[in-house]
Every structure is written in structure tokens, then in C-alpha cells.
């Protein structure tokens, strides 16, 4: 789906609101809301972007880490004898 789709036309909106699984009209109304309230119309839970790219990046250390983990001991596991 190019960028910009969204807009152009009303079964193109129905489209995509199959697609994503979300109600009738839902990205209408976040475009008017976009388009009036700017950045402030979709707030994050009152985190700034940098708070929230932080704490994403704690996430992402933290996936990083189970997985070697989890690499470690499919590695030991793998060595022992049946």
C-alpha cells in the first residue's frame, strides 16, 4: 500500500480499515484530528519522544539479552547426550 493511500477515497478508507482491523471512519477521524491539533492529537501516555525512545531501547536491550540467553542454552542443551 504506497504512502499517502489512505486519502484517496472512501473505498480505498475501507480498504484499509479491513486491513487493519479498526472501525468505520477511525482513519478519517485521525486525520481531522491531525490535521487541527497537530502532534498534540495523538498523545503518548504524557512521554516525550525521547522518554519513549529510551524506554524502547531498554526493551530492545533487554529482548537482546533473553535471546543470547536462550542461544546459550539451546547451545549447551544440544551438546548433552540422549
Do not use: H, T
Not at 504506497?2 to 485521525?30: A, D, H, M, T, V
Amino acid at each position: 500500500m504506497p504512502y499517502g493511500s489512505w486519502n484517496r477515497g472512501r473505498s480505498q478508507g475501507n480498504e484499509i480499515e479491513r486491513e487493519l482491523g479498526i472501525g468505520s471512519g477511525r482513519p478519517y477521524r485521525w486525520k481531522k484530528e491531525l490535521s487541527q491539533d497537530g502532534e498534540r492529537a495523538f498523545p503518548c501516555n504524557g512521554k516525550s519522544r525521547d522518554e519513549q525512545l529510551e524506554a524502547l531501547r531498554k526493551e530492545n536491550r533487554e529482548l537482546w539479552e533473553e535471546r543470547d540467553i536462550l542461544r546459550k542454552a539451546n547451545a549447551i542443551f544440544s551438546r548433552l547426550p540422549k
